[in-house]
């Protein structure tokens, strides 16, 4: 059965998003979770624009010709950061292939505006591929972020239908580099036609990457134009493969709801 979700109200992070003109994945994917963080003054500020350059059939965020980044973003987020007082915030973004570094010097500079102005904030840097790019993810690794993810989002079988400009073995490959500087996280989301033996097939291939941390969640359908969903898993088999990613070894977040970035300081 298809979960319901609660729609945000207007609050005080809501406000301060618009005023500041800065962009969240709350908004652009249309998390399922919007009303419940932005009403604990939470959110996961997405840079770079809301246009991205590829075009996965999951996701509800606008591809095409993204416009140049903005210089002030690092700072608009910063001030933002400070404002609500945040502890713990997640920085993540579109793909940005247009770009020669791929967006991984703005993302730097992000971080380290918000590290400045926010000392004892810890930041999540969700990131794109990078293409694989060694010098992006340097920079990543070198960062002040405390915790560095990337999301294998799909089983192999599914990723190129699901992901066409992305790969399956290069999301293993960023993972098993990031694990080697800060603790590392992805995210699985499920209903889009996988068997429970290509979860697992999948949970392994991240073990060996050095993921700690996991997500797994329900692929909801953003328009009847996206890829559809094959089934809703049920509280049960959540808690079946919350337990399996336990079993391996993983902190993980399992349910109908749960997106890579929800709960992500309590994780």
């Known amino acids: 059965m298809k979960p319901k979700v609660k729609a945000p109200n207007n609050n005080e992070t809501l406000k301060l998003i618009q005023k500041y003109n800065i962009n969240t994945v709350c908004y652009s994917s249309k998390c399922p979770n919007i009303y419940e963080c932005f009403n604990k003054k939470s959110a996961t500020f997405m840079i770079l624009g809301n246009i991205c350059t590829r075009n996965c059939r999951f996701c509800n965020v606008t591809s095409g010709k993204p416009h140049l980044p903005d210089k002030n973003e690092p700072k608009k987020i910063a001030e933002a950061v400070k404002t609500l007082g945040l502890k713990y915030v997640v920085i993540t973004s579109v ?13 730097y500079n992000v971080i380290e505006k918000i590290k400045k102005l926010n000392p004892d904030t810890k930041i999540e840097s969700l990131t794109p591929d990078f293409q694989g790019d060694i010098n992006a993810l340097n920079l990543m690794a070198t960062s002040g972020a405390y915790k ?13 239908k699901l992901k066409p400009k992305s790969d399956y073995d290069l999301s293993l490959k960023v993972l098993e580099y990031y694990s ?21 097939k999948t949970l392994v291939d991240l073990k060996n990457a050095g993921v700690k941390q996991l997500t797994i969640g329900q692929y909801l359908q953003p328009t009847p134009k996206h890829y559809p969903v094959k089934k809703y898993y049920s509280d049960e088999e959540f808690k079946i493969l919350e337990n399996m990613a336990k079993n ?15 709960k992500a300081d309590e994780l």
Do not use: P, W
């Not at 793909?95 to 993302?107: N, Q, V």
């Not at 560095?148 to 190129?160: D, G, Y």
């Open 248 to 262: 391996m070894g993983f902190t993980v977040a399992s349910g109908k709801l749960v997106r890579s970035s929800y």
């Open 180 to 200: 080697k500087f800060k603790i590392t996280k992805s995210s699985l989301i499920v209903g889009f036609g996988e068997s429970f033996e290509e979860i697992e």
């Open 148 to 160: 560095l993810a990337h999301n294998i989002e799909t089983v192999r079988r599914l990723h190129k």
């Open 95 to 107: 793909d940005r292939d247009d770009l020669e570094d791929f967006g991984s010097g703005h993302f």
